[in-house]
């Protein structure tokens, strides 16, 4: 089994920045995709950013050109630099892995939650304006 344990949100004022991170254990080799997902208050689960085996990346359309998404394998983490923040930023960003497979899903949906089986906790990210 792989757990996911997310740290770094916070808070940050309109156009600052933030950075996430997710560190990964277990079974970390049988998870080929990484990915940022978030939930706003009163609004649906938005993919931000995926990463594949390869280093191929994917972003939602909301956050591309602000953030960006990198992996550290000799850390078995991956972060999320956020720049650039707005209001519209606020919500829990939750950390996932995908299984083979994933990368196929994300190349034809994006960054889908139907590309990935393991989920963490949540950080909370919250942006005043």
């Known amino acids: 089994q792989v757990q996911l344990v997310e740290s770094g949100g916070g808070s940050a004022q309109s156009g600052g920045s933030l950075r996430i991170s997710c560190a990964a254990s277990?079974?970390?080799?049988?998870?080929?995709?990484m990915g940022w997902f978030r939930r706003a208050p009163g609004k649906e689960r938005e993919g931000v950013a995926a990463i594949s085996r390869g280093d191929v990346i994917t972003y939602g359309g909301s956050v591309k050109g602000r953030f960006t998404i990198s992996q550290d394998n000799t850390k078995n983490t991956i972060y999320l630099q956020m720049n650039s923040l707005k209001p519209d930023d606020t919500g829990m960003y939750y950390c996932?892995?995908?299984?083979?497979?994933?990368?196929?899903?994300?190349?034809?949906?994006?960054?889908?939650?139907?590309?990935?089986?393991?989920w963490g906790q949540g950080t909370q990210v919250t942006v005043s304006s």
């Open positions: 277990g079974n970390i080799w049988r998870r080929v995709c």
């Open positions: 996932a892995a995908g299984p083979n497979g994933c990368q196929n899903t994300i190349q034809a949906q994006g960054v889908s939650a139907a590309a990935f089986d393991i």
